[in-house]
């Protein structure tokens, strides 16, 4: 490949296929509009939904409130990589080494399919005919090639919302992309959104404007993550695809004495095996980027796939896609008729870890190290499903905030706030406290009358003493009541009802809310 000037470039040519609303497409057909969701926000829409004005990035309330009668179900990793398997196997069935970057999504080295079809455009047609067999044509695609992976996802999702394939010529990446925002380094996963916003809190919101800037001084000012995405926005990607696994890059495998039947177990033991290759390349400073994992059964059926992921694997999120690809491929017809019998994960690709910048008051300590290898040791002793973490998954009460997952399942690196904002929530801090099981109490004014709430919002008269399990306490002070009415629109779900703040005579805050003319304790604050 020849660049401006008449120089070899290294830069690879590599080829993306995006599927715009591959989460709708793994979920069972419905009548009516159809969205989904991942952590309360819109992740893919049908098309009914989407001329409705439902957007990606939505809230469910603002996103049902723009199209009512749409059927909202929540996002399902595993059926996604299920339904994407056909996809991922009959373009590997022409074209090897196929990496997938999440499910609908999978990219391609251009090397050798352009010297075996004759050119890009030759192989950009196999790959979209052989899409289309398996999907229809009626299934939206996006078909991008370009310089480098970053280059090839941009230009995969300018074709799935034209239609239309993007073919960026080699040596014109800056040129293409010159005039569009860093937001599509965020949709990409190649630019956190906090360096995307700080960056246009500086005037710096396209492609073109970072480009301009002299490297030094993106790295003095942004530091790795800067330089990163200064080299994808000068179309100086060179990070490679797939290729013979290096031999100093480290492997784990694991041979079963007895055929395994079920995923459960031989993704308990991937858990083991990614914790090992996370803490080896740790210790060097490194963190992995691209690796295969590879599933056999005794009957010599195989399942490989390579996995890509720009921003690193931490142990959790190797599970993860062991998971996903094991549930696609025992759930293919007559695709498995053993137990598997070997599992291995060879790490394919490194890059330096870069480290973490903490916040200002600091990030994860040694506790954190020491709370992770505790976690870990239990879910040994208790298996995948006996270890349960807590998440923050978002909502207005306190119980709704916070949700239990498998330890398992949980990447202990990447966080997403969903706790804010959520209106209508009690300002925080939130309680420390919060039942388990309902807790039902009294709230008297002082001739011992029961207090409540008007369909107005106002308290019927002052609270003065609170019981609580048959004890009594004095108020000492109190702020609210605060309304909430949630779900009006489902018959099923929705709540209303009114919270209090109470400070009792012992000095002990507590959080009330009266629900159906009654009382109980939502939770208490330290």
């Excluded at 299934?139 to 300018?158: E, K, L, T, W």
Aim: net charge negative; hydrophobic share 40%.
């Amino acid at each position: 490949m020849a660049a401006s000037g008449g120089v070899t470039s290294s830069v690879p040519r590599v080829l993306t296929l995006w599927c715009p609303e591959w989460p709708v497409q793994a979920v069972a057909p419905i009548d009516g509009p159809l969205i989904v969701f991942d952590q309360h926000r819109v992740v893919a829409a049908c098309t009914t939904a989407r001329e409705a004005g439902v957007c990606t990035g939505d809230r469910k309330r603002v996103a049902l409130r723009t199209c009512p009668n749409a059927t909202v179900v929540p996002r399902d990793y595993v059926a996604e990589v299920q339904s994407f398997e056909r996809v991922v196997s009959a373009v590997a069935d022409i074209i090897p080494l196929v990496e997938l970057l999440e499910p609908g999504s999978l990219c391609l080295d251009m090397r050798g399919p352009t010297r075996y079809f004759g050119g890009e455009q030759s192989v950009v047609d196999h790959v979209r005919s052989v899409v289309a067999t398996q999907l229809g044509e009626e299934i939206p695609i996006g078909i991008g090639v370009a310089d480098g992976r970053a280059a090839s996802a941009i230009a995969a999702r300018r074709s799935g919302v034209t239609g239309h394939q993007v073919i960026v010529e080699p040596g014109r990446t800056a040129a293409a992309f010159t005039t569009m925002s860093l937001r599509w380094f965020h949709a990409i996963g190649e630019m956190s959104i906090d360096l995307v916003e700080l960056f246009e809190r500086l005037g710096i919101n396209t492609v073109g404007d970072l480009a301009a800037l002299d490297q030094r001084d993106v790295l003095g000012r942004f530091g790795l993550p800067g330089v990163r995405a200064y080299r994808v926005a000068t179309g100086a990607d060179e990070r490679p695809l797939s290729s013979i696994t290096p031999s100093q890059l480290p492997e784990r495998e694991r041979r079963f004495d007895e055929p395994l039947l079920t995923v459960t177990p031989v993704v308990f033991t991937a858990r083991e095996l990614a914790s090992e290759l996370v803490h080896e390349l740790s210790i060097e400073g490194l963190v992995c980027t691209r690796m295969t994992v590879t599933a056999e059964t005794e009957h010599s059926e195989r399942s490989e796939r390579h996995w890509y992921r720009s921003e690193g694997f931490t142990a959790a999120a190797i599970v993860d896609r062991v998971r996903w690809q094991l549930d696609s491929w025992v759930n293919e017809p007559s695709s498995v008729s053993a137990g598997v019998i070997v599992i291995r994960i060879s790490i394919t690709s490194v890059r330096p870890d870069d480290g973490v910048q903490h916040g200002f008051w600091g990030g994860a300590s040694e506790a954190d190290g020491r709370a992770s290898r505790a976690v870990a040791r239990l879910v040994t002793l208790c298996g995948p499903e006996g270890v349960r973490v807590p998440l923050p998954i978002g909502g207005r009460l306190p119980e709704d905030r916070y949700g239990w997952f498998p330890a398992t399942v949980v990447d202990g690196d990447h966080h997403v706030d969903v706790l804010a904002p959520w209106p209508g929530s009690v300002v925080r801090p939130a309680p420390v406290i919060v039942p388990t099981d309902e807790v039902c109490i009294e709230v008297v004014n002082d001739r011992g009358e029961s207090v409540g709430v008007s369909g107005r919002g106002e308290m019927t008269s002052d609270p003065v003493r609170v019981v609580i399990g048959g004890r009594s306490h004095r108020v000492v002070a109190w702020a609210g009541p605060w309304p909430l009415i949630e779900r009006w629109w489902d018959e099923r779900r929705r709540r209303r009802l009114a919270r209090l703040q109470v400070v009792l005579e012992d000095g002990s805050a507590h959080l009330l809310a009266v629900e159906h003319q009654r009382w109980h304790l939502m939770g208490t604050h330290g």
